[in-house]
């Protein structure tokens, strides 16, 4: 089947404004993760879901982020007031469960520029 | 506060060299540790996950090693090729919260013709 796809691609906004950032899991997949690449940095945690519940958000940096997956698929990572630093790649992940063998399968990723 | 560290940043061999890429992390008590692949502009493609319980894993031309008590890995690529260049990246997942990944900084390979 299908991977982990991101949408959009790329996005581009002003400072201050508020974007949307989604990601599709595996089908199946009851674990979801979301990270953030800087330029020449591997991937930082943001958050991680179990099924519909956010079961570590301490990666999130500030209460500008905010990320939901209400029925346990589609998750939508929100942010507000977006300043020029939010700039990065946002990652999404998702894996079968959270046992010790699951691979963490990546999507393409989400490039967003703030102007 | 786990860190990872990959040694070196980047490196560049002739294509068919044997090569060796370094991961190591402070804190001990992991859950797993995966390698991945990384193209410029993409995401990450998963090569090999090792269990704490295991000490090496095998892909292909990819082995991967673990030693959970010194806190190190290493990525081993026999025969390289020039499809092989990419940035690799280690990430280790700790036993107390197993869906917390932290990963270290990759290391870019390039393998010349």
């Known amino acids: 089947g299908a991977g982990v796809s991101q949408t959009p691609s790329n996005k581009v906004t002003e400072k201050g404004k508020y974007v949307e950032l989604r990601c599709d899991p595996i089908?199946?997949?009851?674990?979801l993760y979301w990270y953030r690449q800087s330029l020449g940095q591997g991937p930082e945690f943001l958050i991680y879901?179990?099924?519909?519940?956010?079961?570590?958000d301490s990666g999130l940096p500030n209460d500008r982020f905010f990320a939901v997956r209400p029925e346990g698929s589609v998750s939508t990572l929100k942010i507000q007031r977006t300043e020029r630093g939010d700039s990065a790649v946002y990652l999404c992940?998702?894996?079968?469960?959270?046992?010790?063998?699951?691979?963490?399968?990546f999507g393409p990723g989400t490039r967003l520029t703030v102007l | 506060k786990q860190e990872v560290t990959q040694i070196p940043a980047a490196l560049s061999v002739p294509e068919g060299e044997n090569l060796v890429l370094n991961c190591s992390f402070t804190?001990?008590?992991?859950?797993?540790l995966q390698w991945f692949r990384q193209d410029p502009g993409k995401g990450l493609t998963s090569l090999l996950l090792i269990q704490s319980s295991q000490r090496e894993q095998t892909s292909g031309r990819l082995n991967a090693s673990l030693d959970k008590s010194s806190g190190r890995s290493t990525l081993y690529i026999a025969a390289s090729q020039p499809g092989d260049s990419a940035t690799y990246l280690c990430?280790?997942?700790?036993?107390?919260?197993?869906?917390?990944?932290?990963f270290g900084d990759g290391t870019t390979l390039t393998v010349k013709p």
């Open positions: 879901f179990q099924g519909t519940g956010a079961a570590d």
């Open positions: 089908s199946g997949h009851t674990a």
């Open positions: 992940a998702s894996s079968l469960t959270r046992e010790r063998t699951d691979t963490q399968y």
């Open positions: 804190d001990s008590a992991i859950y797993n």
């Open positions: 990430a280790v997942r700790p036993d107390t919260n197993a869906g917390k990944s932290t």
